[in-house]
Structures are given as C-alpha cells and as structure tokens.
T-cell receptor
Framework: DAKTTQPPSMDCAEGRAANLPCNHS???????VYWYRQIHSQGPQYIIH???NNETNEMASLIITEDRKSSTLILPHATLRDTAVYYC??????????????FGKGTSLLVTP | NAGVTQTPKFQVLKTGQSMTLQCAQD?????MSWYRQDPGMGLRLIHY???????DQGEVPNGYNVSRSTTEDFPLRLLSAAPSQTSVYFC??????????????FGSGTRLTVV
C-alpha cells in the first residue's frame, strides 16, 4: 500500500470548511483513497473513499488531484463534533499487505467555537 | 440498531487470568477483525476472519485466540493476561474486507487493564 503523509494537527473555526490534506505520491493505479476519523475514546468511523473521481456523501467531500498524488477531505461546515483524528489510508483491492488497515498517525483536527 | 457491538466496555484483569472479549455484528458482514490501540502506536491488527470457520493472524497475534463459528460473532480470547495487553480493543467488520472498496464498521471498543 502506498505511504501517506498528513499534517499532525489542524485547527478550524466552527461553521467554516475544514480541508484536510493527504499526500500519497507513490499511489498505484488500482489503489483507493479511504478516509476514517476517530473521535476521542470511540472506534474509527468510515467517512468516504474514492479512486480517481471526486466523491461526496452526507459527511464529506473527497477531492483527488488529477495525478492522484494527493487528496483533500472537505468537511463543508465543521462543527465541534467534528473534532477528531482523521486518517487517510491508501490501499488496493486485493492488497498484498493483507487485511490490516494502516491508520498511521493521522491529522488531529480541532474545531473551535 | 445495525452495527458492531462489543462487550464488555471496560474490564480489569489480574495477570494470568483469562477472558473473552465479545464482538457481534448484525450486518451479515463476511469479514471481521480485531485491532488493539495503544497510545502513540496506532491501531494494530490482531486476528481476522474472512468468513465462518476461517481465521488468520494479523500483526500482533501472540497471546490471543479467536474462532468464528457463526457469521455474526467473532470473540477474542486472552489466554493468560499480561500487563502488556493493557490496551483498547476494537472489533471491525465489512462486507468484503480489504478485497472490496467498502468501508469498515468499528465497534465502540473494550478498554482492558491488566494489573
């Protein structure tokens, strides 16, 4: 699975858009980009995933650059409840790294009033 | 409510004791797994199962045992608890596991302390 790089922490004002970047410059053509988040003391929560097209669901939008070397998770109107650690994971179908999800250290997002 | 249910939420064990952490899902997911999360270490895969009767080891399987007799349940057994097993344990499931593009559903965790 391709290695990902995320900033360790970010701040965002409540009501503003939170844009969380992820660099995955060694991504292969068959690898998807997944985003999860973990609110303090809770289990990780799946947010969204994509291959090359931008994706949107009720939680967030995922923007993947044309060369697929980076992506951005967008929370359009951040609330205090969005304070969490956000993980960007890149993996392929039939990943040769087995079944483990490599969460890494993620980005700690703090949404402030 | 559909999802992954873990019990107990909290547990304190003495060194050498054994116990079983329970995990159940009602989404008819084929794939289930157990992770542990330690401060500063991220989540690490302990064991996983791709279907009833099939289990395999993850990254950190020592000291743990699993079985999968039904699609719904995937218990994790600590054979002889050690202080190094103090951690937060998460169970996760998905329809197709890593072989598919779907997301994983995680339980709320079991916080285990071994003294």
């Amino acid at each position: 699975d391709a290695k990902t790089t995320q900033p360790p922490s970010m701040d965002c004002a409540e009501g503003r858009a939170a844009n969380l970047p992820c660099n995955h410059s060694t991504i292969s053509g068959n690898e998807y980009v997944y985003w999860y988040r973990q609110i303090h003391s809770q289990g990780p929560q799946y947010i969204i995933h994509g291959l090359k097209n931008n994706e949107t669901n009720e939680m967030a939008s995922l923007i993947i650059t044309e060369d697929r070397k980076s992506s951005t998770l967008i929370l359009p109107h951040a609330t205090l409840r969005d304070t969490a650690v956000y993980y960007c994971i890149v993996r392929a179908l039939n990943s040769n790294s087995g079944y483990a999800l490599n969460f890494g250290k993620g980005t700690s997002l703090l949404v402030t009033p | 409510n559909a999802g992954v249910t873990q019990t107990p939420k909290f547990q304190v064990l003495k060194t050498g004791q054994s116990m079983t952490l329970q995990c159940a899902q009602d989404m008819n997911h084929e794939y289930m797994s157990w992770y542990r999360q330690d401060p500063g270490m991220g989540l690490r895969l302990i064991h996983y199962s791709v279907g009833a009767g099939i289990t395999d080891q993850g990254e950190v399987p020592n000291g743990y045992n699993v079985s999968r007799s039904t699609t719904e349940d995937f218990p994790l057994r600590l054979l002889s608890a050690a202080p190094s097993q103090t951690s937060v344990y998460f169970c996760a499931s998905s329809y197709t596991g890593s072989r598919g593009g779907d997301g994983y559903t995680f339980g709320s965790g079991t916080r285990l302390t071994v003294v």
